[in-house]
């Protein structure tokens, strides 16, 4: 693939295991985008494995986006597409999507901490080059930041009956997971001639991408890939849907899905347009037999997950793009759930409805994330409590719980924690950029060293189940927010 040569910066070269690339250089920072770390997946490569990328002659222009992974739009009136989509580049989406992307303060560098940045978006959304995701910033922090994609949708986590007879493992689904392993892979093999160490690499995401962190640090062939974790907002265990499903649901499903396209088989559907595949159908990591081979909630229960120094945090309103006022009746019938989750007129419902959504899919199964592995390696906890300052005039739809505004809604942190606040043309206070700075260094302090405690902060006690450092309109170590609330959903069935 050729790309338009940039305009600004000066270029500035590595060499690969794949061949010579060509970079530039800005405000200290060098930075290589579109670097292939797979094979493209078309064609019969659909729903396998990714394979090794190729190489090439010469040398590759690096100085723009590969394309992103195929997927549906979100509502351009939803906070969260103004929040995290809402780009100034036109986004161009591909089935050959499997590139990822380089920030190095020094390419001719040696041992420079790691971060790889995994992308949320439900599994559905989302791409390594949204400039919410930006690297430069931590970068210029004295980190090696990389960014990428990874397969969506059906096309990333289909499991399906004729894809595990194919398969010599008997495995199907986790596509996307594998990719993420797959770049993994690349960095481990690449990342010293960008400047990087390849033994402190620390995988972090948030939403989706922190539920995969939370996987992967429960499937033992990514363990040796990765020797930190960071994940915002979301968890793979303690689900309010419950554990991952196993092969014979998860095939069920995709048949089920399959059968929406009348009788294609494998070998129809992998002639399929991949834009009308990825319109239907909500997926998911699974226990597929490979990379999974049990449940993740199995693993941390028992302690046996990648024992590695863990930072993982939520937001004050999780919950507010999801509610609606139905969500009452789901809450678990009982003692103390009339305390926590009032109901008693309708302003109680709408707090309640928001509180009980955000806390039962977000804030606890963090919360159960950090207690689960704070035994085994030292474990931090964050609470985000600043409301963004959304421009008037933005085009967004109230929220359907009936609240008069989203809050501190999910993924609301992001611009703050990689100090990515000029992506967007927000009317942001002198609070809201030191409040950037001040989260941005201790993530790269923890990316650096393993404890994101120093300069800028209190002091910032590792987690044993009641402590929490608080990022608001000011900073403060105190106890969890509504810790009741996650002793009570700790003693809830499962799902939700």
Known sequence: MTRAPAATGTRVRVRTTGGR???????????FKGVPFASPPVGDLRWRPPAPGPGWDGERRADSFGPAPLQPQPPRDAIMYHANFADRRALV??????????????????????MVWIHGGGNRYGHGGQEIHDGHNMAA?????????????ALGFLAHPGLAAEDGDGASGNYGLL????????????????????????????????????????????????????????????????????QASAQKQGLRWAGEFGDRDLTALRRTDGVELVLKGHFGPVVDGR????????VFATGRQHAVPLLVGSNRDEGSVYATPDAVRGLPV??????LYPVRDADDVRRTARRFTGE???????????????????TWLYRFARTPPHPDGLDVRPPADGLPSYGVHHTA?????????????????????????????????????????????????????TEAMHFGDTVTAGPVDRIEAMHFLSRCPRPL
Do not use: K
């Open 21 to 31: 690339l060509v970079g530039e250089r800005r405000g200290g920072v060098s930075a």
């Open 93 to 114: 989406m591909s089935e050959d999507c499997l590139y990822l992307n380089v920030w190095t303060p020094d390419p001719g560098g040696a041992g420079l901490p790691v």
């Open 141 to 153: 922090r004295g980190l090696v930041t990389v960014t990428l994609n990874h397969r969506l949708g």
């Open 179 to 246: 990719d993420i392993v797959a770049a993994l892979t690349w960095v481990q093999e690449n990342i010293a001639a960008f400047g990087g160490d390849p033994a402190r690499v620390t995988l972090a995401g948030n939403s989706a991408g922190a539920a995969h962190i939370c996987h992967l640090m429960a499937a033992p062939t990514a363990r040796p890939l990765f020797h930190r974790a960071l994940g915002q907002g979301a968890s793979g265990v303690g689900r309010a849907e419950g554990p991952l499903p196993d």
């Open 291 to 298: 990379l999974l081979t049990e449940p993740t909630d199995d």
């Open 334 to 339: 009982l003692p103390g759930t009339d305390e």
């Open 360 to 378: 039962s899919r977000f804030t606890y199964p963090v919360w159960h994330w950090a207690t689960a592995h704070r035994t085994q390696a030292p």
């Open 413 to 465: 942190e992001l611009p703050y924690t990689l100090d990515t606040l000029d992506c967007r043309p927000w009317p942001w206070t002198d609070t809201d950029r030191a409040l950037a700075r001040t989260m941005a260094d201790a993530w790269a302090r923890f990316v650096a060293t393993g404890d994101p405690g120093g300069p800028g902060l209190p002091p910032w006690p590792a987690f044993t189940g």
